[in-house]
C-alpha cells in the first residue's frame, strides 16, 4: 500500500505534494514501482496533529483519488470521517482506512457496510492531539487484541462482512516504541484473528529512534527490515512511502517463511 500524503504537516512528507497534480503523480509512479493499492490522506495523524476541516479534507483528497481511479489503480482513502469515505467511494476509492477503526464517526461503520467496500479497522484510542497521553498498557499484546476485536464485532455489527474487514494494530497510535516492538514480535496472534492484516510502521519515529535519532528520509532500509518480518509472519499489507525496496524485502520475507506455514 503506497502512500500518497495531501497533507502540509504529515511528518515524512508534508508539503512535497502541493497540488493535485503532484499527488496523482506521486501515486501514478508509487503503482509503476509495484505498489497494489495506492493511499490517500488528507488528514496529518501525527503526534500533535490538529484536525482539519472536512471540506479541506474533501478538496485535498478527492481530485487525486478521481483522477487515480480513472487510471484503474485499486485507491484506499485515509479518513476517519464518514461523510469523506461516501465521496471517496462516488469518486472510485475501493477501501476506506480509517484510523480511528469507527470511534471518530459514529456514522462511519453504517455507511461503509452500505457502500460494500473493504474496510480498515485500526486500534486507535484517540485524536493526534491527545493519543500518545494513553498509551498506558498493562499488557500491550492482550489490550491492542481485546480492544481491536470489540470493534471488530462492531464492524460486523454494522452490516460489514467479514471478508471485507481488514485489521491493523495501529502501530505508532497512542502506542510508546516499547509497545510497537512487543506488538510486532507478536504478529502472529494478530494473524490469527481471521482477517487480513495491515501494518503500518513506514518511516515511524521508533524506527529512527533504533537508529540513534536518524531523519524520516533516511528510515527506509529499517522499514524493509520489518516489511520481510511482516511477510514472514503472513500479514496480508505493508503501508509504506517507498516501494521497490519494500517489494524485495517482502519477497525475502516470504521465501523465509517455513514451508506449509500459509
Same mark, same amino acid.
Given at each position: 500500500?503506497?502512500?500518497?500524503?495531501?497533507?502540509?504537516?504529515?511528518?515524512?512528507?508534508?508539503?512535497?505534494?502541493?497540488?493535485?497534480?503532484?499527488?496523482?503523480?506521486?501515486?501514478?509512479?508509487?503503482?509503476?514501482?509495484?505498489?497494489?493499492?495506492?493511499?490517500?490522506?488528507?488528514?496529518?495523524?501525527?503526534?500533535?496533529?490538529?484536525?482539519?476541516?472536512?471540506?479541506?479534507?474533501?478538496?485535498?483528497?478527492?481530485?487525486?483519488?478521481?483522477?487515480?481511479?480513472?487510471?484503474?489503480?485499486?485507491?484506499?482513502? !485515509?479518513?476517519?470521517? %464518514?461523510?469523506?469515505?461516501?465521496? %471517496?467511494?462516488?469518486?472510485?476509492?475501493?477501501?476506506?482506512?480509517?484510523?480511528?477503526?469507527?470511534?471518530? !464517526?459514529?456514522?462511519?461503520?453504517?455507511?461503509?457496510?452500505?457502500?460494500?467496500?473493504?474496510?480498515?479497522?485500526?486500534?486507535?484510542?484517540?485524536?493526534?492531539?491527545?493519543?500518545?497521553?494513553?498509551?498506558?498498557?498493562?499488557?500491550?499484546?492482550?489490550?491492542?487484541?481485546?480492544?481491536?476485536?470489540?470493534?471488530?464485532?462492531?464492524?460486523?455489527?454494522?452490516?460489514?462482512?467479514?471478508? *471485507?474487514?481488514?485489521?491493523?494494530?495501529?502501530?505508532?497510535?497512542?502506542?510508546?516504541?516499547?509497545?510497537?516492538?512487543?506488538?510486532?514480535?507478536?504478529?502472529?496472534?494478530?494473524?490469527?484473528?481471521?482477517?487480513?492484516?495491515?501494518?503500518?510502521?513506514?518511516?515511524? *519515529?521508533?524506527?529512527?529512534?533504533?537508529?540513534?535519532?536518524?531523519?524520516?528520509?533516511?528510515?527506509?532500509?529499517?522499514? %524493509?527490515?520489518?516489511?520481510?518480518?511482516? %511477510?514472514?509472519?503472513?500479514?496480508?499489507?505493508?503501508?509504506?512511502?517507498?516501494?521497490?525496496?519494500?517489494?524485495?524485502?517482502?519477497?525475502?520475507?516470504?521465501?523465509?517463511?517455513?514451508?506449509?506455514?500459509?
Amino acid at each position: 500500500m503506497g502512500v500518497v500524503n495531501v497533507t502540509p504537516d504529515s511528518f515524512s512528507d508534508g508539503g512535497a505534494l502541493r497540488s493535485a497534480e503532484a499527488a496523482v503523480a506521486h501515486g501514478l509512479d508509487l503503482a509503476d514501482r509495484g505498489a497494489s493499492i495506492i493511499d490517500v490522506g488528507g488528514e496529518s495523524t501525527k503526534p500533535g496533529a490538529e484536525r482539519v476541516p472536512l471540506q479541506e479534507e474533501l478538496r485535498r483528497v478527492l481530485p487525486v483519488v478521481a483522477a487515480l481511479a480513472r487510471r484503474g489503480l485499486h485507491v484506499s482513502v !485515509d479518513t476517519m470521517r %464518514a461523510t469523506t469515505a461516501l465521496a %471517496a467511494v462516488d469518486a472510485g476509492a475501493r477501501t476506506i482506512n480509517d484510523v480511528s477503526g469507527g470511534r471518530a !464517526d459514529p456514522a462511519m461503520m453504517p455507511t461503509v457496510a452500505d457502500l460494500g467496500v473493504d474496510y480498515v479497522v485500526m486500534h486507535w484510542r484517540a485524536h493526534s492531539r491527545s493519543m500518545q497521553a494513553e498509551a498506558v498498557y498493562d499488557d500491550v499484546v492482550a489490550e491492542v487484541t481485546s480492544e481491536l476485536l470489540a470493534r471488530r464485532d462492531e464492524a460486523l455489527a454494522a452490516g460489514i462482512p467479514s471478508c *471485507r474487514i481488514i485489521l491493523d494494530p495501529g502501530i505508532g497510535f497512542s502506542k510508546l516504541a516499547e509497545h510497537n516492538w512487543t506488538l510486532l514480535r507478536n504478529l502472529d496472534g494478530f494473524t490469527s484473528l481471521g482477517h487480513r492484516l495491515l501494518v503500518g510502521v513506514s518511516r515511524k *519515529r521508533f524506527l529512527g529512534d533504533a537508529l540513534g535519532g536518524r531523519a524520516p528520509s533516511g528510515r527506509d532500509a529499517a522499514t %524493509a527490515a520489518i516489511s520481510a518480518w511482516c %511477510a514472514q509472519h503472513g500479514v496480508w499489507g505493508v503501508r509504506t512511502h517507498e516501494v521497490p525496496m519494500q517489494l524485495d524485502a517482502i519477497t525475502m520475507g516470504a521465501m523465509l517463511r517455513v514451508p506449509g506455514s500459509g
